[in-house]
């Protein structure tokens, strides 16, 4: 496992190998919630980035009183987006909790429609196990996968790592899924502000989310993200620098938790829609 610090373009050019990438998300705010700090950091490393979201979200019991939940959370996509840096490349109407029942060749024919339009040479998904462990979640990645076999395109994950996620079911219930060190590829820093400031642009969906709020606090300022495919782009991760990169994690893993020291406040939280695998009072992402 490599760790990263604060040099984002050099790890979008040495290590992932590309200029343009396209997060492929189930739902609005899944781009935000999940991917939102990588993304802003890739963007300000000066990669071109860019969101899928293959529905609006409609099935969330967040926001029952929006008159038209799906309006509004497509309206709230695009300017968490713009928070973020990237363009919106490409939101779908299947149903919201449903997409197990899309056929994959339509899936995958969109992300590789969506990844053509901003020449996307990476994907972006969450972990195979979804990280919350929503169907959705899970069936986007596949779609991904797909897609990345169709365009010969390296696809890496976002995901937890097991004591983060088991910290979270432990402590609230939660159903997340997260995966041991040995499985994770890259550790990487990065600053919240622009994530936050897209969180709060998820109006219908930002309120009393204490699950967020917690994960925020557990993960401190690392990403841990793991390669789903790779490509001959890709290229491996490079021995120790003088600019930051470590072969250890330690840095990575001393920064999510110092010795010592507690959970950062003030992350502020928000919530997401139904179908997480959550409680509904603590329902974190859609």
Known sequence: MQAFGPSWP???????????VLAVCAHPDDETFGLGALLAA???GGMRTAVLSLTRGEAST????????????????????????AQVAGLHDHPDGSLETVPMVELAGEVVAAA???AADLLLVFDPGGVTGHPDHRRAT?????????MDRPVLAWT?????????NQELSTGFVGVEPALVDLELHVDRAAQLAAIACHGSQSEDNPVLRRRLELQGGVESTRWLRRTAAVHPPAPPTASGVSDTGRTARAARN???S??????????????????????ETT
């Open 160 to 168: 937890l790592p097991a004591d983060v996620a088991e910290a979270l």
């Open 142 to 150: 596949e779609a991904a996968l797909v897609a990345a076999g169709r």
């Open 42 to 44: 890739l963007a300000d």
């Open 116 to 118: 053509d339009e901003v």
């Open 62 to 85: 967040l926001g029952a009183d929006v008159e038209d939940l799906a309006a509004e959370r497509s309206r709230e996509l695009a300017a968490a987006a713009a928070a973020l840096g």
């Open 258 to 260: 110092p010795e010592g």
């Open 10 to 20: 050099d790890v979008a050019r040495r290590v992932l190998g590309a200029t343009s």
């Open 262 to 283: 507690q959970p950062r406040q003030g992350h502020g939280g928000a919530a997401g829609s139904t179908g997480d695998g959550l409680v509904a009072a603590t329902i």
